[in-house]
Nanobody
C-alpha cells in the first residue's frame, strides 16, 4: 500500500487550504483515517481522526476550523483547513488504518503514513 499526500503550500493568515491523501494498493477496506502534524521543534500531534464506526475527534486547536472527509470509492481522504493561523505551520501527515489483502481470502490490518506535506501560514 502506498499513500500520496498533496495540497500543502503557503498561505496568509485567515486563508484556506485543502489537503488530500490517496491510498493505493491491495486495499480491502479503509478502517480509520487521521491527520497529524509536526511543527518545527515539536512532536508530531494528532489533530483529527475519523473511525469506521463514525466517531470523529478534533484537537481543540483546530476544532471548528478544520474538517476531515473521505471518498471511500477513491480511497482518498481530505483535510479542509479554514481560518489558518501562523501556529498551524507544520508538516501535515495523513494516516490510514487499512485492511490489506495479503492473499485471498486473508486480510491483515496495518497502519500506513503519507510522506508529509508542508503548510506554511504567514502573518
Amino acid at each position: 500500500v502506498q499513500l500520496q499526500a498533496s495540497g500543502g503550500g503557503s498561505v496568509q493568515a485567515g486563508g484556506s487550504l485543502r489537503l488530500s491523501c490517496v491510498a493505493s494498493g491491495m486495499i480491502f477496506r479503509i478502517q480509520d483515517i487521521a491527520w497529524y502534524r509536526q511543527a518545527p521543534g515539536l512532536q508530531r500531534e494528532l489533530i483529527v481522526n475519523d473511525t469506521r464506526d463514525g466517531a470523529t475527534n478534533y484537537a481543540g486547536s483546530v476544532k471548528g476550523r478544520f474538517t476531515i472527509s473521505s471518498d471511500n470509492a477513491k480511497n482518498t481522504m481530505y483535510l479542509q483547513m479554514n481560518s489558518l493561523k501562523p501556529e498551524d505551520t507544520a508538516v501535515y501527515y495523513c494516516a490510514f488504518t487499512i485492511l490489506v489483502i495479503i492473499g485471498p481470502p486473508n486480510l491483515r490490518e496495518d497502519n500506513y503514513w503519507g510522506q508529509g506535506t508542508l503548510v506554511t501560514v504567514s502573518s
